[in-house]
């Protein structure tokens, strides 16, 4: 395909507008820094006012604005400064707006999905190439913008097919993208409590947005401590991502796979194998399984880096305490237990606390300290019975005193309500 001139892209924007084709007005807009513009490029040096000439051109703003901010940026564009590459880039979106914003603006789905795909990927590579010299500032203007739109296409009250939500899910999925890369991911909450109550289902939109929606909502409900809600959206995003699309499927299988551990269902040394993960969680695995609090802190800590930048340290660390008593718990149990078939099978605070202080290797810890626990672990349903304090007895349910990990309901500790209380 030939290159148009200036004045054939004004024209084919003109024409686009004209016949209200999204796709089309969409295609013209070229923002690849490739041979196609080149030649455009250096077209535009020779034009002095791109704003006039555009305003010549085509009659109904704000096409002519946009069009004008969309040439300046293939005349000034230098591909070595990401910083200047993404504020020219936001002046299009910005003059984009008002067109969006019209009560008849449907037809700009197509576009709006280009531009916000843009931004972020713009927004994201400025920041990389500045991050020494400055602190996110264009993710956080891009997630602003994304803002804006996502109220734009909420608020549409045309009929569906003709109104912006179509692209409802593509914008909010790119929002996510950039809270998670500013560390922001409470602000995700917004976003889905809006199209709770617009009553946008998710399983009306195409099958990729789906999966990176629940992908990111199951990470924030991991966040949120909501672990079996984690699990539910984050199997879903797995089971319905392409198989092709493996670094994604290893990505979304990792977040599975902390919900699975902390509900007591780790998944097998195969599957593990088959992502990569073995080394990364296998020593915690096996260390949960066997009650072996030091091992599991080694292990832990051994890869501190990796499950920080991740996400998943605090959360495992927290969460994984209480099932590692369980297990600990359970094994000395298993140990010391005499059936008796007149009272009901008992374990003693002075077990538990030699166990308790040879796994952590805590010398420090005392009765109270295993009492707590043993508290701890009736109140949340992983252990069936009873204390008696005065004898310092666990006296545990003749049936199933341990019930499976994954059966307990698992008490939510939710990070904004803590903040909100200091």
Same mark, same amino acid.
């Given at each position: 395909?030939?290159?148009?001139?200036? #004045?054939?892209?004004?024209?084919?924007?003109?024409?686009?507008?004209?016949?209200?084709?999204?796709?089309?007005?969409?295609?013209?807009?070229?923002?690849?820094?490739?041979?196609?513009?080149?030649?455009?490029?250096?077209?535009l040096q020779s034009v002095n006012n791109v704003q006039a000439l555009c305003r010549?051109?085509?009659?109904?703003?704000?096409? $002519?604005?946009?069009?004008?901010?969309?040439?300046? *940026?293939?005349? +000034?564009?230098?591909?070595?400064?990401? !910083?200047?590459?993404? $504020?020219?880039?936001?002046?299009?979106?910005?003059?984009?707006?008002p067109a969006f914003n019209a009560g008849d603006a449907g037809w700009l789905v197509?576009?709006?999905?280009?531009?916000?795909?843009? #931004?972020?990927?713009?927004?994201?590579?400025?920041?990389?190439?500045?991050?020494?010299?400055? @602190?996110?500032?264009?993710?956080?203007?891009?997630?602003?913008?994304?803002?804006?739109?996502?109220?734009?296409?909420?608020?549409?009250?045309? =009929?569906?097919?003709?109104?912006?939500?179509?692209?409802? /899910?593509?914008?909010? &999925?790119?929002?996510?993208?950039?809270?998670? &890369?500013?560390?922001?991911?409470?602000?995700?909450?917004?976003?889905?409590?809006?199209?709770?109550?617009?009553?946008?289902?998710?399983?009306? *939109?195409?099958?990729?947005?789906?999966?990176?929606?629940?992908?990111?909502?199951?990470?924030?409900?991991?966040?949120?401590?909501?672990?079996? @809600?984690?699990?539910?959206?984050?199997?879903?995003?797995?089971?319905?991502?392409?198989?092709?699309?493996?670094?994604?499927?290893?990505?979304?299988?990792?977040? %599975?796979?902390?919900?699975?551990?902390?509900?007591?269902?780790?998944?097998?040394?195969?599957? %593990? +194998?088959?992502?990569?993960?073995?080394?990364? #969680?296998?020593?915690?695995?096996?260390?949960?399984?066997?009650?072996?609090?030091?091992?599991?802190?080694?292990? #832990?800590?051994?890869?501190?880096?990796?499950?920080?930048?991740?996400?998943?340290?605090?959360? %495992?660390?927290?969460?994984?305490?209480?099932?590692?008593?369980?297990?600990?718990?359970?094994?000395?149990?298993?140990?010391?237990?005499?059936?008796?078939?007149?009272?009901?099978?008992?374990?003693?605070?002075?077990?538990?606390? !030699?166990?308790?202080?040879?796994?952590?290797?805590?010398?420090?810890?005392?009765?109270?300290?295993?009492?707590?626990?043993?508290?701890?672990?009736?109140?949340?349903?992983?252990?069936?019975?009873?204390?008696?304090?005065?004898? @310092?007895?666990?006296?545990?349910?003749?049936? &199933?005193?341990?019930?499976?990990?994954?059966?307990?309901?698992?008490?939510? +500790? /939710? =990070?904004?309500?803590r903040e909100k209380t200091k």
């Amino acid at each position: 395909m030939s290159c148009p001139t200036v #004045l054939e892209t004004i024209q084919q924007v003109s024409q686009a507008r004209g016949a209200r084709d999204g796709d089309l007005l969409a295609y013209y807009f070229d923002f690849d820094v490739n041979s196609y513009t080149d030649t455009l490029k250096k077209e535009l040096q020779s034009v002095n006012n791109v704003q006039a000439l555009c305003r010549k051109n085509i009659t109904e703003r704000p096409y $002519d604005d946009l069009t004008a901010a969309y040439l300046t *940026f293939i005349k +000034e564009v230098d591909p070595t400064n990401l !910083t200047h590459l993404y $504020d020219l880039f936001a002046d299009v979106f910005a003059q984009f707006i008002p067109a969006f914003n019209a009560g008849d603006a449907g037809w700009l789905v197509p576009m709006v999905k280009k531009l916000s795909s843009y #931004l972020v990927e713009f927004a994201l590579q400025a920041d990389k190439q500045t991050r020494v010299r400055s @602190k996110n500032k264009k993710a956080t203007d891009a997630a602003r913008i994304l803002s804006r739109t996502f109220n734009m296409i909420i608020s549409d009250r045309a =009929p569906f097919e003709e109104s912006k939500k179509p692209a409802i /899910y593509f914008v909010t &999925n790119l929002a996510f993208k950039v809270y998670f &890369n500013l560390d922001t991911i409470r602000l995700c909450q917004t976003f889905i409590n809006n199209i709770q109550k617009a009553k946008l289902s998710v399983e009306n *939109f195409p099958i990729s947005q789906q999966v990176t929606y629940r992908y990111y909502v199951g990470r924030l409900y991991l966040y949120q401590h909501l672990i079996k @809600k984690a699990e539910t959206e984050l199997d879903f995003a797995f089971r319905h991502c392409p198989d092709e699309m493996r670094k994604n499927r290893r990505l979304i299988f990792l977040y %599975l796979t902390i919900t699975r551990i902390i509900r007591g269902r780790p998944p097998s040394r195969e599957l %593990l +194998e088959k992502y990569g993960l073995v080394n990364r #969680l296998s020593g915690i695995i096996q260390a949960i399984g066997k009650g072996d609090i030091r091992s599991f802190e080694r292990s #832990l800590d051994a890869q501190l880096d990796w499950f920080l930048s991740t996400g998943n340290y605090m959360i %495992l660390k927290e969460r994984c305490a209480i099932i590692l008593y369980r297990q600990l718990i359970r094994k000395v149990f298993l140990l010391t237990y005499n059936p008796s078939p007149k009272s009901p099978p008992t374990l003693s605070y002075e077990d538990v606390l !030699t166990a308790m202080s040879v796994a952590s290797d805590d010398e420090d810890l005392d009765i109270g300290d295993a009492e707590c626990i043993l508290i701890s672990l009736i109140d949340q349903g992983y252990v069936k019975g009873y204390l008696n304090h005065q004898r @310092k007895l666990v006296v545990l349910s003749k049936q &199933n005193p341990f019930p499976p990990i994954n059966s307990v309901e698992v008490i939510t +500790e /939710y =990070p904004l309500e803590r903040e909100k209380t200091k």
